[in-house]
């Protein structure tokens, strides 16, 4: 099962997902391509769009993921526009705009793109915005403190247990071998 | 010359479009839609694309805008995602997260749309952002100074003769006035 393609331009997110989808026994290849985004407030909306269009181009059966950090006293900002967000103002702009209410959580859309299906799968994890940079870590890491830790991602050791993201592709394993299983009897 | 539509989902901008353009004796008609817009951060093919768009759903000749605030030390954000930002962190979110180099510019993008042609027309205006909300208007009115001017958009009662979408209505109707008479002939 090494015919999976994780496409992406992101190879931090790459190099977690592999970690995490390695302990399930499934084995992914990394697929740089820049896709096409549609704007939408719908994060699954945007993942089924970019998961057809790497497919149409690949032709290969592949999963690509979408995320992002949502701060509820910021209406959802920066929303389906965290990497845009995180290259323009970064973790210091997010800690510039946020006052008292420091809720928030990431969700994670992994979508599977084959010939037959496509199938998205959902993450989410609730936290706080800390109030400084802590940790290393990329994206937004230094700055999340999932709930019921004391420590950022960025400080964490076992994020790639407890993430969004780990959430998101623990349901797309269990689809998936299921699934293999049942094409294989 | 009444068959030219505005697209968009924000009625402020075709008021003022329409006040720009009856003033070079064009008319154009509202019709409101929320168009499909990719994620880029050129703000010409998220034009073009939305144009074809629109065409697409509606058959007739078209004008659609697409237009963002480009803060220099924010690296051009909010740029291509001005709508959804000024949604979520507004006009006060902005002010939070700029420091000491408030130089900014507005970006216009009129694209005209028919069954033969797609044409963008660019308007651009450099400006500062203000150190608190100030006069009316709407989206980021109260905290653009144009250049050479001490007042925002907000206060500024002539916007529409200075504006970036002026600059680019004026020179997509340079176009199509003198396009419109040659195929009179």
Redesign the interface.
């Given at each position: 099962m090494s015919d999976l393609l994780f496409v992406s331009s992101n190879i931090y997110k790459f190099k977690e997902a592999k970690k995490i989808l390695n302990s399930f026994e499934i084995n992914i290849e990394f697929l740089k391509l820049d896709l096409?985004?549609?704007?939408?407030?719908s994060i699954k909306e945007?993942a089924i769009k970019k998961a057809q269009d790497a497919f149409s181009k690949c032709k290969k059966p592949l999963i690509i993921e979408d995320d992002g950090l949502h701060i509820d006293s910021?209406?959802?900002?920066?929303?389906p526009?965290s990497s845009?967000?995180q290259?323009?103002?970064g973790n210091q702009?997010i800690l510039?705009?946020i006052k008292k209410d420091r809720s928030a959580k990431f969700i994670s859309n992994i979508t599977y793109c084959d010939k037959i299906s496509c199938k998205c799968f959902e993450g989410k994890l609730s936290g706080t915005i800390s109030n400084s940079e802590k940790g290393k870590g990329w994206g937004f890491d230094p700055i999340f403190i999932p709930k019921n830790t004391k420590q950022t991602f960025g400080e964490l050791i076992e994020k790639n247990n407890v993430s969004h993201r780990y959430k998101a592709l623990k349901k797309f394993s269990n689809w998936y071998l299921n699934r293999q299983e049942s094409n294989d009897q």
């Open positions: 096409e985004e549609i704007q939408s407030n945007i910021l209406d959802g900002f920066p929303g526009y845009y967000v290259k323009t103002i702009g510039n705009l």
